[in-house]
C-alpha cells in the first residue's frame, strides 16, 4: 500500500472517549500508504482515548477544530467510540467541519457510532451505511439504507461497523481516499438552497 496517498492529507476528528483502535489502526494505515495525518479535536492539548470499557491513552491535539480547515485536506476520519461522536454531534464547529467535507465531495470514512456525526451534517439521505447496530434506526431515521456488512461504500463515504471490520476499514478507505472528490452535488444542502431560490 505504500505511497498510494503520497501528498495527502487527512483529518482524523476526535474527542474525548473515541475508540482508540478505531483512530490508530486507520492513522498507521493511512501514514503508511503515504498520507500526512493529522488529529484535530475540540481539545486544547491532549484527547483521551477509549478502551472497550475504560479509558485509553491520551494523545496529543495536533490541530484544534477552532483552527481546522477542511479546505486543506484531502479527506476525513470519524472513528467511533460512544462518548466521542456524541459530543461531536453537539458541537456546532464539529458538524460545520464534517458538513464541509460532504458538500465538497471529499471522501470520508467512519467507523462504529462515528456515522452519527455525519447524520448532524446531513450526509446520509439515500445512501447505502453501516455502522454500529444500535444506531440502525438513527440512519435509517435521517433516511440512510442500512445495511449489516463489514464495509460500505457509497459514493466517497465509507462505514464499517466495529474494531474486528478495521482491515477491510481501511482497505476501502484507502481506495476512496486514493480516489479523491466524488460528486455529491445532487444532495448537497447548498444546491437544495438553491433549488429553494429557483
Known sequence: MSNQLQGKRIAILV??????????????????????TELVSPQKSKVKGWQHDHWGDEFPVEVQLSEADASKYDGLVLPGGVMNPDHLRQNTAAVDFVRAFVESGKPIAA??????TLIEAGAVKNR????????????????ARWVDREVVADNG??????PDDLPAFNQK???EFREGVH???ASSVSEQVGL???
Open 173 to 175: 478507505m484507502i481506495e
Open 157 to 162: 463515504i465509507v462505514t464499517s461497523r466495529k
Open 15 to 36: 474527542d474525548n472517549g473515541f475508540e482508540q483502535v478505531e483512530m490508530t489502526e486507520p492513522r498507521d494505515a493511512l501514514r503508511e500508504a503515504g498520507a500526512k
Open 128 to 143: 447505502e451505511m453501516t455502522s454500529w447496530p444500535s444506531l440502525q434506526t438513527d440512519l435509517r431515521n435521517a433516511g
Open 196 to 198: 429553494g431560490h429557483a
Open 183 to 185: 460528486d455529491r452535488r
Open 111 to 116: 467507523i462504529c457510532h462515528g456515522p452519527w
